[in-house]
């Protein structure tokens, strides 16, 4: 939602470490030569704790899969898009294999570890050249993976589209708000988790009735925005987290990203942010993806592409909050009320966007 933190869909209060047997037991298993340095990498999802190692042969990032997304097939079918990224020259991170096996999936006790080279760059400054070119990226994204032959058995994992689960979870707020804050607030939110519920069906209808059940599905990337790139100044330096790979139509990749990037805030407290996203960056956003020959968002995608974003929103929001009363380190009620104005906002102005985008 925020430019500087994306918290995954059920992040807790207390992050998660490593243990030091654990970590000796799991870097055994590469060629990293001598360690010289080892610290905690807070960047992310705390249930997904990450180490910077420094050794002699380099920089590398330990991830250690947060529960819920460690299914090994889907890891598996990230790796395959990670590693075939890397291969036509896409800018990833890359993978580290395991010393002999080559292997770049590791399991432990029932957990999931993956190591990286480290990538270096700088966090999304929200320069218009910077989203153009996260526009642009994307589509080069959906062409790369276009041509792959991948195997897509574990890729059907439920995106933010006509979702039972996001209502499943919007169902569970008030209870956890109240768990969080206070049963005056649990039921004082309650006429908001109705309307972000009504929104978020009306939203999904309206898409269903621009045709897209029958818009065709390939590999997306799941979570497009500003957390999930480094940037060289214009250029993006890598691609991070393909947790969320899955199989859906593209429109539901490029309006979270036009979402992502043209979010607006106004310093720390959701109260104050504005209700209206950032045209100019919606706008340039979906020029850059427009530029990739063969990636023209159709006329149906871009009209529904408003309401999609009110479904990603929805979607995004309900998780934490559904989990622990909270969106990362924001009060539950706050966020609530902040989402309820920007999803009116975009419902009032759908059509004005769309004529815009198109």
């Keep these: 939602m925020c430019a500087s933190e994306h918290p995954a869909d059920t992040d807790s209060a207390i992050p998660e470490v490593f243990e030091a047997g654990e970590l000796a037991v799991v ?91 480290f990538a270096a760059g700088e966090p999304y400054a929200q320069q218009l050249p910077q989203t153009r070119e996260a526009g642009r990226m994307l589509a080069v994204f959906h062409r790369e993976v276009g041509a792959m032959a991948l195997r897509l058995e574990s890729a059907g994992h439920q995106g933010y589209h006509l979702s039972p689960h996001v209502a499943a979870q919007l169902g569970l707020v008030p209870d956890r708000i109240s768990a969080a804050e206070g049963r005056a607030e649990g039921a004082a939110v309650r006429g908001v988790v109705m309307e972000l519920a009504r929104a978020y069906a009306e939203a999904g209808e309206r898409v269903r009735r621009l045709g897209a059940d029958e818009w065709p599905a390939q590999i997306t ?39 992502q990037f043209s979010m607006t805030k106004d310093g720390d407290d959701p109260a104050s942010w504005p209700d209206f996203p950032d045209e100019s960056r919606l706008r340039i956003f979906c020029e850059g993806y427009d530029s990739v020959e063969g990636s023209t968002i159709s006329l149906c995608e871009v009209q529904a592409l408003p309401w999609l974003m009110i479904e990603a929103l929805i979607a995004e929001t309900a998780g934490p909050i559904a989990a622990t009363g909270r969106f990362g380190t924001l009060a539950g009620t706050k966020v609530l009320r902040m989402v309820d104005r920007k999803v009116r906002w975009l419902e009032q102005h759908a059509e004005h966007l769309a004529g815009e985008l198109g």
């Design 27 to 117: 870097l055994s298993r590469y060629d990293l030569g001598v360690i010289e340095s080892v610290r905690a990498f807070p960047r992310g999802s705390r249930r997904s704790p990450k180490l910077l190692i420094r050794s002699e042969r380099g920089v590398f990032l330990l991830k250690r899969r947060a529960k819920g997304r460690d299914d090994p097939r889907r890891v598996a079918l990230a790796h395959q898009v990670q590693n075939a990224l890397a291969a036509s020259g896409f800018p990833v991170a890359q993978l580290i294999g395991q010393r002999g096996s080559g292997a770049t999936l590791t399991e432990l006790e029932g957990s999931i570890y993956e190591l990286f080279r």
């Design 221 to 259: 990337h799941g979570d497009w925005h500003p957390g999930n790139m480094l940037f060289k100044g214009s250029t993006i330096a890598a691609v991070l987290d393909f947790d969320t790979v899955r199989q859906e139509p593209r429109a539901l990749d490029v309006a979270n990203g036009a979402l």
